[in-house]
């Protein structure tokens, strides 16, 4: 049997390849500090819960139940998505859901109060408005805020 040099090279390169791997995957990590790991985590969060929040969503519910629907916004928090946890170290995780969860329940409280504050300085401003007319005070000015309840 006759082994010509073809299998000869071939052998020398599979040989080649199988005892170099554990070089080449030990020269591709790197040390990982925890502070950079920390960081990137935070900064990937807080990107996230600004774009998965529904701004809108909470400002109607702000907006229909009041109160109500600003303690929702504090307390009610979507799960983070699995996808983007999968594969990282624990450090990662940890930091990515705290930051998501603070920044999530941040914005969706900003959405909720928002409207309130809105509606407080319209209402507020029209009773300004109805109180200099004389409405409020007894002097019955029927196009106000109160109708013909100025008639009083």
Same mark, same amino acid.
């Given at each position: 049997?006759?082994?010509?040099?073809?299998?000869? /090279?071939?052998?020398?390169? $599979? &040989?080649?390849? =199988?005892?170099?791997?554990?070089?080449?995957?030990?020269?591709?990590? +790197? #040390?990982?500090?925890?502070?950079?790991?920390?960081?990137?985590?935070?900064?990937?969060?807080?990107?996230?819960?600004?774009?998965?929040?529904?701004?809108?969503?909470?400002?109607?519910?702000?907006?229909?139940?009041? /109160?109500?629907?600003?303690? $929702? &916004?504090?307390? =009610?928090?979507?799960?983070?998505?699995?996808?983007?946890?999968?594969? +990282? #170290?624990?450090?990662?995780?940890?930091?990515?859901?705290?930051?998501?969860?603070?920044?999530?329940?941040?914005?969706?409280?900003?959405?909720?109060?928002?409207?309130?504050?809105?509606?407080?300085?319209?209402?507020?401003?029209?009773?300004?408005?109805?109180?200099?007319?004389?409405?409020?005070?007894?002097?019955?000015?029927?196009?106000?805020?109160?109708?013909?309840?100025?008639?009083?």
């Amino acid at each position: 049997m006759k082994i010509d040099s073809t299998f000869r /090279i071939f052998a020398f390169l $599979m &040989a080649v390849l =199988i005892f170099s791997i554990p070089f080449v995957s030990y020269a591709q990590q +790197k #040390p990982i500090n925890k502070a950079d790991i920390e960081a990137g985590a935070n900064a990937q969060a807080i990107a996230d819960a600004e774009n998965d929040v529904n701004k809108t969503g909470w400002f109607m519910d702000g907006c229909f139940l009041n /109160i109500i629907g600003v303690v $929702m &916004a504090r307390t =009610i928090k979507a799960p983070v998505p699995a996808e983007r946890l999968v594969g +990282k #170290p624990p450090t990662y995780i940890f930091a990515y859901t705290s930051a998501y969860y603070q920044k999530q329940t941040e914005n969706q409280t900003t959405a909720a109060v928002g409207i309130g504050i809105v509606v407080c300085l319209v209402i507020g401003c029209l009773i300004i408005n109805d109180i200099d007319d004389g409405c409020i005070v007894g002097s019955g000015g029927g196009g106000s805020l109160f109708g013909g309840w100025c008639a009083f």
